[in-house]
Nanobody, 125 residues
Framework: QVQLVESGGGLVQAGDSLRLSCAAS????????MGWFRQAPGKAREFVAA????????YFADSVKGRFTISRDNAKNMVYLQMNSLKPEDTAVYYC??????????????????WGQGTQVTVSS
């Protein structure tokens, strides 16, 4: 089992920055990749960014490329999502996820085995 806890959400204005953190615990040695997804009210959960645990290759949704970065600290079992130039359309609950199976690109929800409880990000205009 892997447990994930997100933090760092909040209310910001358009153009501001936020950094989300995800702390992983449990069988972290089994993690192949981690990702961030978000879900706005009335919408499906969508991919935001992902990172391979080994090698650190990163993947981003087109909507956040150039504004968001994802990074990891393997020693601390932490993953971060740095969000810059935030827009009102970035408002959503953000979820951290971990994959213990073969990690491809991290775009699909089905690649992940464990999920955090989510953290709210609200961007006002």
């Amino acid at each position: 089992q892997v447990q994930l806890v997100e933090s760092g959400g909040g209310l910001v204005q358009a153009g501001d920055s936020l950094r989300l953190s995800c702390a992983a615990s449990g069988r972290t040695f089994s993690i192949h990749g981690m990702g961030w997804f978000r879900q706005a009210p009335g919408k499906a959960r969508e991919f935001v960014a992902a990172i391979r645990w080994s090698g650190g290759m990163t993947y981003f949704a087109d909507s956040v490329k150039g504004r968001f970065t994802i990074s990891r600290d393997n020693a601390k079992n932490m993953v971060y999502l740095q969000m810059n130039s935030l827009k009102p359309e970035d408002t959503a609950v953000y979820y951290c996820a971990a994959s213990i199976r073969t990690f491809l690109s991290g775009y699909r929800l089905t690649e992940y085995d464990y999920w955090g409880q989510g953290t709210q990000v609200t961007v006002s205009s």
